[in-house]
């Protein structure tokens, strides 16, 4: 499998797997948040991470099709009252003392859960697409203004790309 390399984040590692209630997502995310990034997060700005994920087979009458399109946002905020990071995915969250422990669990995937059984038919070969990126339009305004300007912010994934056989 071919990896993906971005500034900041790179995929080096990613499978779909076959359960009984469909298809389970492992990935790896290897995210290098820059000095700037880190200081943002602890003067109270939060950051929205997106992940995206297709399941896509090709035809050669028309366009792909495209079974399976997901995507799951990832927050992280600082609270200094109580030094504590957050990391929240939907009304999910965990509580974290260091930025590191942060960025380990945002990096691993296990088991997340990305298409039920009947979305993937038996037959024929699925192209598996799947990044991660840093979603600057829900940074505050000023901030929006600074990634538009600045490599600092700017922090994705290529997309990944595999082959999956049902």
Known sequence: MPFASAQGITIPNAALEQTEDGWKLNADFDIQFSPKLEEAVTRGVPLYF???FELSRPRWYWFDEKPVKQSQTYKITY?????????SVGNLYQNFTRF???KRVLSRVRGLHVADK????GEGVYQANLRMR????QLPKPFQLNAIASSDWSLNSEWQRWTVTP
């Open 79 to 87: 609270t200094p009252l109580l030094r504590q990071y957050r990391l």
């Open 118 to 121: 009947g979305a993937v038919k």
């Open 134 to 137: 840093l979603d600057t339009g």
């Open 50 to 52: 997106v992940m995206e």
């Open 100 to 102: 590191d422990e942060v």
